[in-house]
């Protein structure tokens, strides 16, 4: 039988530091000396083995953005942020190509919505051996208002959102890294945390290889409607195209 679920530990789980909320625990990606199993190291990028694996089945990695606790990738400056995701998705395509995972996800949480425990900014890599991401996603879901569209690399808001409402896309092909694919989804992380019309705190940021396309979707985190949870049956909502609209004026 066919899995469709990952198994989490939970007594791995238990032992998680957590300080997205307990800001008075200590921030364990800040002790660099102290971290061990590197696998990857660029400057201030440092890529390592997950200490608390509780993805069963499956083999987590972490990828720690830079040395300063309170930075953010809606501020990076653009040297390293173009720095930041070309090591990232070449460690993402490295893993993939190696053949021994039958997919490998690589995604971004940040807030106390994001379902992250770690403030410090941080993605994960994470090969599942059992479990292909690719089957629940389709091109289709990458379709929506054009914001920005330069070498090949386009900015879109969704028409069809995977969860519903606000999700931004960034796409490109894989044969070649644009600069523009990261300045996007700086601009899309930037426009949730400043200019939402509501205050968020929280998102997250999921990447795709889907035949030759590489996708990015970010994602602004709220409570999650009910009708998501009880039925998965997203909604999509009447203020795209003012919003698509308001990020042209403010960035573009």
Known sequence: MENSHLHFNTSIG??????IRNKDQACPFCERDQLTDLISVE?????????YPVLENAYQTVLIETDECQGD???YSKEHLHRLIQFGLTSWLEMEKSGQYRSVLFFKNHGPLSGGTIAHPHMQIVGLHDIDYREKAAHDDFEGIVIAEQNN???????????GFYEFNVQMKDSRYQDEFAEYIQIAVHYILNH???RATSYNVFFY????QIYAKIVSRFVTTPLYIGYGIPQVPNNLVW???????IYF
């Open 73 to 75: 990738l809606s501020t």
């Open 243 to 249: 919003m698509a609209d308001d990020v042209k004026g």
């Open 209 to 212: 290889h889907l035949d030759d």
């Open 153 to 163: 690399v386009r900015f879109t808001l969704s028409t069809k959102p995977r969860v």
């Open 43 to 51: 400057g201030p990028i440092i890529l390592l083995k997950n200490k």
């Open 14 to 19: 238990v032992k998680k530091p957590e300080n």
């Open 196 to 198: 939402f019309p509501f």
